[in-house]
């Protein structure tokens, strides 16, 4: 298994180096990310479960596809690889919102993360990379708002804070 880096960053998304992704996280590390939302012809959005074996927040639901750029890489040559290699396709995305979070898991890990959210559109169904994905589903926004209400510890905290800026927008 290769060993993972992220690019570290200021609030103003702007590079200040590079670091091992677990060292990263241990320190609670400002570092760049994305996260990508796709949506279907009939504007419902693709959810997928995070895989149980992921180093944090394993069995949750989240946005279509998230993850870090490599070093040298832009976020959105990022996100396009990670949807191919999460989802099994690519659409075009185009640049939706940024945020800050800091979030604490339980394991001692904390993300820290500059998201770069994008948007895109596909109707079929994922073929899905089964070490990174349990399961997916297509939602409906009323659907998604209820079940965020009513259930949020089903999701991850930046789709929770993804979707409290999405009605913004």
């Known amino acids: 298994m290769s060993i993972e ?3 570290l960053v200021d609030e103003n998304d702007v590079e200040l180096g590079v670091m091992e992704k677990q060292e990263a996280h241990e320190k609670a590390l400002l570092h760049r990310a994305f996260s990508v939302m796709v949506f279907n012809e009939k504007k419902e959005m693709l959810l997928q479960q995070r895989a149980f074996s992921k180093y944090h927040s394993g069995g949750l639901w989240t946005n279509t596809c998230c993850s870090h750029p490599r070093p040298g890489e832009d976020a959105i040559s990022a996100a396009h690889r990670r949807l191919k290699e999460e989802m099994g396709f690519d659409c075009e995305l185009r640049p939706h919102q940024t945020f800050v979070y800091k979030a604490p898991f ?3 890990l904390t993300e820290h993360e500059f998201d770069h959210v994008f948007v895109g559109e ?3 169904d994922p073929q899905f990379n089964r070490e990174e994905v349990a399961s997916f ?3 409906t926004l009323p659907a998604l708002q209820a079940q965020l209400l009513a259930n949020p ?3 991850t905290i930046w789709f929770r ?3 409290e800026n999405y009605v913004h927008f």
Do not use: E
């Open 153 to 155: 510890d089903k999701f």
């Open 137 to 139: 589903q297509w939602i």
């Open 106 to 108: 339980d394991n001692g």
């Open 5 to 7: 880096y992220v690019v």
């Open 161 to 163: 804070l993804i979707m």
């Open 122 to 124: 596909f109707s079929h």
